[in-house]
């Protein structure tokens, strides 16, 4: 859905124009950072056309409205690629109608969260396993 020629591209703009506020890596200084999962669950609702409009419309915050589409649908394309969604050999669009179609992929987010259950049943388990030693240890201490 994006091409890494056109992430490239995208970070270039990105390094000049954005990195100032939003951080090297995507992840938030005097800006909002652009790449954690609570950005991707704001954004993923909507389709990345709003996203492209939203930056082209009210970014860099300082001097807003210099962007073309073009470059704000690359700058996405690097915010994808950051995001670690997989690339391919066609470019993001950057017309209304095609960024329309698509939404920011959820797959990353799903995974996350799908992985967070058994790591909690994990620290049950082993909170389980401590008090089981801990009674044990008690009541081989109350035998003697
Ligand atoms: C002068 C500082 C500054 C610069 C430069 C800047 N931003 Fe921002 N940006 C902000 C601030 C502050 C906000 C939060 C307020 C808002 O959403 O308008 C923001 C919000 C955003 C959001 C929405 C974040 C969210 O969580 O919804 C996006 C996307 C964004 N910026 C992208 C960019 C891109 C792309 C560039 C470069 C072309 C850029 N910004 C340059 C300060 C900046």
Known sequence: MYSDQQATRGQAVYKQQCAACHGEALRGAQGPPLTTDDFIRNWNKQPLSELVDKI???????????????????????MLQVGQFPGGRAELGADEAS????TWPAGVVA???????????????????NLAQVSAEFSSRART
């Not at 960024?99 to 698509?102: D, F, Q, V």
């Not at 995974?111 to 396993?129: C, M, N, T, W």
């Open 111 to 129: 995974e996350r969260r799908e992985s967070a259950p058994s790591f909690a049943a994990g620290a049950v388990l082993s909170a389980l396993g």
């Open 99 to 102: 960024l329309k179609e698509i």
């Open 56 to 78: 082209k419309n009210t970014m860099p915050a300082n001097a807003p409205g210099k962007l073309t589409r073009q470059q704000a649908a690359d700058i996405v394309a690097y």
